[in-house]
């Protein structure tokens, strides 16, 4: 028992903590402040507590998100249109020539979207965005000037367009490999910033199969096996088209499900962005 009076008593208590000096961390989506231990996350909203961005979707513009999932949208039409004109380059020959470069311009487009900056600074740019470009935008002229060439070499004083052509469609196919190649890893980069640890696999294998069955389709091309010597072997070719179409709708099967993930980050952006305008609204 103490017995000391009770002045000592006040005099040797603890002094009250002083919390003016201490951190005040700012969340930048939502603007909810905390003091003291220094958090890397908001407890409200999850956002990021320092002054770079986040890796997380649901802070990313809304229009970007929503264009980024047109864009998948489009790769995949784009993915099935030429999975298509390939299978009628053994039947009907000017619907393949003509079906290649619409295919080549939709999946353009879809590049272009996808690969749009974010306009946030301390968001690293993965650098096969650009590669990516290039590779389609080489890839489309070339698909253009194959349609070209193969029209013209059904005239019947055109021989010398027929090894023009078969060069056009050999570079095409090789572009298409480089761009499914660069566009693999570019939405790999996407697929990491997805709460779905199998999107990130998925992408990058998917883009190795597709990447392998526009070289298989390149090889096809250089032999020949949709002139007429080849047509009796048609239906032993059948595992060979079934490998090549599995390796088509795997990346379109895949990018759906990436489509499905942004649309879902983009409603999650609504939620962001009204807590950070009440939070706006609060503070005034």
């Given at each position: ?11 040797t ?11 005040v ?46 864009a998948?949208?489009?790769?995949v039409?784009?993915?099935?249109m ?43 740019r ?9 590779a389609?935008?080489?890839a ?24 023009t ?37 998925h ?11 526009c070289?298989?389709f ?36 895949t ?5 499905t ?5 983009a ?9 950070r ?8």
């Open positions: 028992m103490d017995l000391a009076p009770r002045e000592e008593r006040v005099q208590a603890a002094p009250p903590q002083d919390r003016t000096h201490q951190p961390s700012t969340c930048q989506m939502c603007g909810y402040m905390t003091q003291g231990k220094l958090r890397e996350r908001c407890p409200q909203c999850s956002g990021t507590m320092q002054t770079g961005a986040s890796d997380l979707l649901k802070f990313s513009s809304k229009g970007w998100l929503h264009g980024a999932t047109f998948m949208t489009l790769a039409i784009g993915i099935g030429h999975g298509t004109a390939a299978f009628f380059r053994f039947t009907v020959r000017p619907l393949a020539a003509a079906m290649h470069p619409a295919a080549s311009v939709v999946l353009m487009i879809a590049v272009f979207l996808a690969t749009r900056d974010e306009r946030r600074p301390h968001l690293e993965s650098p096969s965005a650009p590669l990516s470009r290039i389609v935008t080489l489309t002229a070339l698909w253009i000037l194959a349609a070209i060439f193969y029209f013209r070499n059904r005239t019947p004083t055109a021989e010398q367009f027929r090894s052509t078969l060069a056009a469609y050999l570079g095409a196919l090789l572009a298409d490999a480089a761009l499914a190649l660069c566009f693999g890893f570019y939405m790999n980069h996407l697929a990491g910033r997805i709460p779905d640890d199998s999107l990130s696999s992408t990058q294998n998917s883009a190795y199969g597709c990447t392998c069955a070289l298989m390149a090889f096809c091309h250089f032999i020949g096996v949709a002139a007429p010597d080849y047509m009796m072997w048609f239906v032993c070719a059948f595992p060979i088209i079934a490998v090549g179409g599995a390796f088509l709708v795997w990346p379109m099967l990018l759906l499900r990436m489509a993930g942004f649309r879902h980050a409603k999650e952006a609504d939620l962001v962005a009204a807590r305008r009440a939070a706006e609204f609060n503070s005034t």
